[in-house]
């Protein structure tokens, strides 16, 4: 079992709408938690991080943590075109490493 | 600010050769990790150095190595290469405060082995 887990996707997101990635993690220790967006071909590109329980807004992304459910959320907002990328969640655990989801695929429809 | 930058961007090798991959981490960053990227098997954690130490390591063979500069840059090394050491190799930087440890990526060297 991976200590990070994630839907591959693809999860088929029409434009305008709200895109919602979810995340489950099997470290209690973990402390933060990490959203990164991944085009085709590109590197990972780090769009938000959450630490404490409850929700943090950045734009059109909002990031979710429930600790004692061991879960972190994203969702994107006013979908665009340009949001279709992988999005990989990403823990760091109580050891030090950060331990990253195999990443959830998003095509936003026109 | 420039951000983390990685040499070469491509690299093509057979079997048995031996490689090094080079980083340089975001002025004043002086973490750096390293991460293998495959289809298969998504982003595996290889190693991390803070000032010049190894301070975490993945579950990879020996064959796989790295080291830090005084200066925070980094190289890695893969020995003794196999075809499953194909893949996207990934240095990301990140100030030394490990409590959040946000890290930022480079563009990655593709390492192909023939």
């Known amino acids: 079992q991976k200590e990070v887990e994630q839907n591959s996707g693809p999860l088929s997101v029409p434009e305008g709408a709200i895109a919602s990635l979810n995340c489950t993690y099997s470290?209690?220790?973990?402390?933060?938690f990490f959203w990164y967006r991944q085009y085709s071909g590109k590197s990972p590109e780090l769009i938000m991080f959450?630490?404490?329980?409850g929700d943090k807004e950045d734009g059109r992304f909002t990031a979710q943590l429930n600790k004692a459910s061991q879960y972190v959320s994203l969702l994107i907002r006013d979908s665009q075109p340009s949001d279709s990328a992988t999005y990989l969640c990403?823990?760091?655990?109580?050891?030090?490493?950060?331990?990253f989801g195999a990443g959830t695929q998003v095509v936003v429809t026109p | 600010k420039a951000g983390v930058t990685q040499t070469p961007r491509y690299l093509i090798k057979t079997r048995g050769q031996q490689v090094t991959l080079s980083c340089s981490p975001i002025?004043?960053?002086?973490?750096v990790s390293w991460y293998q990227q495959t289809p298969g098997q998504g982003l595996q954690f290889l190693f991390e150095?803070?000032?010049?130490?190894?301070?975490n390591k993945g579950n990879f063979p020996g064959r796989f190595s790295g080291r830090q500069f005084s200066n925070s840059r980094s190289e890695m090394n893969v020995s003794t290469l196999e075809l499953g050491d194909s893949a996207l190799y990934l240095c990301?930087?990140?100030?030394?405060?490990?409590?959040?440890?946000?890290?930022?990526f480079g563009p990655g060297t593709r390492l192909t082995v023939l």
């Open positions: 990403a823990g760091l655990g109580s050891w030090g490493k950060l331990q």
């Open positions: 002025s004043g960053h002086r973490s």
């Open positions: 470290d209690r220790g973990s402390q933060s």
């Open positions: 959450i630490y404490s329980n």
């Open positions: 150095y803070f000032s010049e130490t190894q301070r």
């Open positions: 990301a930087s990140s100030l030394e405060d490990r409590s959040y440890n946000e890290q930022f």
